[in-house]
T-cell receptor, first 114, second 112 residues
Framework: DAGVIQSPRHEVTEMGQEVTLRCKPI?????LFWYRQTMMRGLELLIY????????DSGMPEDRFSAKMPNASFSTLKIQPSEPRDSAVYFC????????????FGEGSWLTVV | AQSVTQLDSHVSVSEGTPVLLRCNYS??????LFWYVQHPNKGLQLLLK??????LVKGINGFEAEFKKSETSFHLTKPSAHMSDAAEYFC??????????FGGGTRVLVKP
């Protein structure tokens, strides 16, 4: 199995620019999660989807952040406009209802906003 | 509500000696508990999980963890540390939903 695939792995962008992070979950998984990891706050759940429907977006920091899941094999996390404080590692993860709550993580997207 | 406390932010061990990473949790439900490992510049990899079966859980790379309900603990151990074990380790609790609560992480340093 290919695992959870994220792109880009690294991105450096200027403040004010739009950033789009992409994720392909493991085939057959019906839950998809976006996490953010920073030194100060550790791992935070931003949003998660079940069967492509957003279930809980209470972790999305503000309106500059949005996430979509147009189909079962693709999701995006968009930041517009980006700010330096958005610099973090963004992880996508997926799981399936019969998987005993085990969540599988991608390798992460390292975002630096300058 | 659920929470996880990893009692040590850093642990330093010598290669070949035992490793102990401590984790306490609180949960209103019968929890599922996990340990994940994150190597530098990598994603999180599942080491092991407890889901109300045997209280001693064996994972990958020689790690194991013991669920102790009376102590609300789920400590991770390995009898003999290897240089490749240098990483950050996360204790995680789930209340049965797919929302996980992560501990703050324990960074392990292995000295030659």
């Amino acid at each position: 199995d290919a695992g959870v695939i994220q792109s880009p792995r690294h991105e450096v962008t200027e403040m004010g620019q739009e950033v789009t992070l992409r994720c392909k979950p493991i085939s057959g998984h019906d839950y998809l999660f976006w996490y953010r990891q920073t030194m100060m706050r550790g791992l935070e759940l931003l949003i998660y989807f079940n069967n492509n429907v957003p279930i809980d977006d209470s972790g999305m920091p503000e309106d500059r952040f949005s996430a979509k899941m147009p189909n079962a094999s693709f999701s995006t996390l968009k930041i517009q406009p980006s700010e330096p404080r958005d610099s973090a590692v963004y992880f996508c993860a997926s799981s399936w209802v019969g998987g005993g709550n085990t969540i599988y993580f991608g390798e992460g997207s390292w975002l630096t906003v300058v | 509500a659920q929470s996880v406390t990893q009692l040590d932010s850093h642990v330093s061990v010598s290669e070949g000696t035992p490793v102990l990473l401590r984790c306490n949790y609180s949960s209103s439900y019968s929890p599922s508990l996990f340990w994940y490992v994150q190597h530098p510049n990598k994603g999180l990899q599942l080491l092991l999980k407890y889901t109300s079966a045997a209280t001693l859980v064996k994972g990958i790379n020689g790690f194991e963890a013991e669920f102790k309900k009376s102590e609300t603990s789920f400590h991770l151990t390995k009898p003999s540390a290897h240089m490749s074990d240098a990483a950050e380790y996360f204790c995680v609790v789930s209340d049965g939903s797919n929302k996980l609560t992560f501990g703050g992480g324990t960074r392990v340093l292995v000295k030659p």
